[in-house]
Each structure stands twice: as structure tokens, then as C-alpha cells.
């Protein structure tokens, strides 16, 4: 049906838009560092991607495409592109030089899982990131030995939880985008 339709081209143009992000921003296949030289987000996305990719291995295995699909779907468009793009953003303006390469990782990943079921938009995208022959010929990605670290989990859950607030707030009260509204934080360390 036509909604489908318009949900697959939105979902293919997100991948799009991430992947031109990360290209314009320089990003290309590269060692990751140290794991001690990794942001709490990088440590999250890195441990995510992990464990998704272990969830479509595991629902390929088993014939359950709509499970590998809908865990990939919303990985993609809920966690990497809604959250970790617009951290990459706060961490590239600050400078922090492997953001690039954590980019580029976690697209590699995720375009080869994806490819099974949105073979051509994948191709495509892989190849202009990587320079690589061709993802079909591509090795399946094995696990990477990243696991999720709680604190970093925390930080990044907490930070998602007071950006969903303050978006809420400021809808509950017409705020526009744009508009500036003065704020303070307190009690932020006895919080939950």
C-alpha cells in the first residue's frame, strides 16, 4: 500500500541523509581507538550495534525475517540516526577527531545487515562510504567484541529522558523551535 511505500522511502532517505552526514564530516573506514578513548555515546552506539547485530544473526538463523527486520528498523531510525547522528554533531564541533571513524563503523555494520532486505539503497550507500567493490561480496559482519557499558548505558538514557522532557515542556507550552527560553537545572545529581 501506498503507506508502506511512503515508510520505506522515508526510512531509506534517513539512511541516506545519515550517510551523507557522515561523508560530508570526512568519514571513512578507519581503526576505532582505545576503548578508553571513546565518548559515552560512541560506547553506546558501538554496544547497540553489537547487540543488534546479534539479534539478526540470531532471528536470521531461525527464519524470523520480521524480527531481524524490525530490530534493524528501529535501531537505524530510533537510536543511530534520531540519537547518535545528532551527538556526532556535539562531539565533531568539539573536536573529537575519531567520531568520524565511529561513524563510518557503525554504517558499515548496519548497511551489510541491511542489505538483505534493501539490497540496491544499501549497495549503493556502502560503496560511496567504503569504496568497496561491492557489499554483496562483502564479509558478513562477526562480532566485534563491543558490549554495552552501563555507565555510558546511564548517561545516555538520562540524557535522552531530559531531552524528551524538555521537548515535551516546551510542546505543552506552544513553544516554537527556535524560540530561547531561559532554564535551570537543579538537583540534577540526586535526581533519578
Known amino acids: 500500500g501506498e503507506d508502506h511505500a511512503r515508510a520505506s522511502r522515508n526510512f531509506a532517505t534517513k539512511l541516506f541523509n545519515a550517510t551523507r552526514f557522515a561523508l560530508m564530516n570526512g568519514a571513512a573506514p578507519a581503526p576505532l581507538p582505545e576503548t578508553s578513548e571513546l565518548t559515552d555515546a560512541d560506547l553506546w552506539i558501538l554496544g547497540r550495534l553489537e547487540e543488534v547485530r546479534a539479534e539478526v544473526d540470531s532471528a536470521l538463523d531461525s527464519y524470523e525475517f520480521s524480527r531481524a ?75 566485534s567484541g563491543f558490549v554495552m557499558n552501563p555507565i555510558a548505558t546511564q548517561r545516555i538514557t538520562d540524557m535522552q529522558k531530559l531531552i524528551t522532557e524538555v521537548r515535551r515542556f516546551r510542546s505543552d507550552q506552544g513553544l516554537n523551535d527556535r524560540q530561547k527560553v531561559p532554564a535551570r537545572l537543579s538537583d540534577i545529581d540526586s535526581a533519578d
Do not use: I, N
Not at 540516526?81 to 548496519?110: F, I, N, P, S
Not at 544499501?122 to 567493490?133: D, F, I, S, Y
Open 69 to 143: 527486520c524490525e530490530a534493524l528498523y528501529h535501531f537505524a531510525w530510533d537510536e543511530f540516526c534520531d540519537w547518535y547522528v545528532e551527538l556526532a554533531k556535539v562531539q565533531l564541533a568539539e573536536g573529537v577527531q575519531h567520531t568520524t571513524a565511529v561513524l563510518a563503523a557503525a554504517l558499515d555494520t548496519l548497511l551489510k545487515l541491511l542489505h538483505p532486505v534493501m539490497p540496491f539503497v544499501t549497495e549503493v550507500l556502502w560503496k560511496t562510504l567504503t569504496g568497496g567493490e561491492s557489499l554483496v561480496v562483502a564479509d558478513w559482519p562477526r562480532p
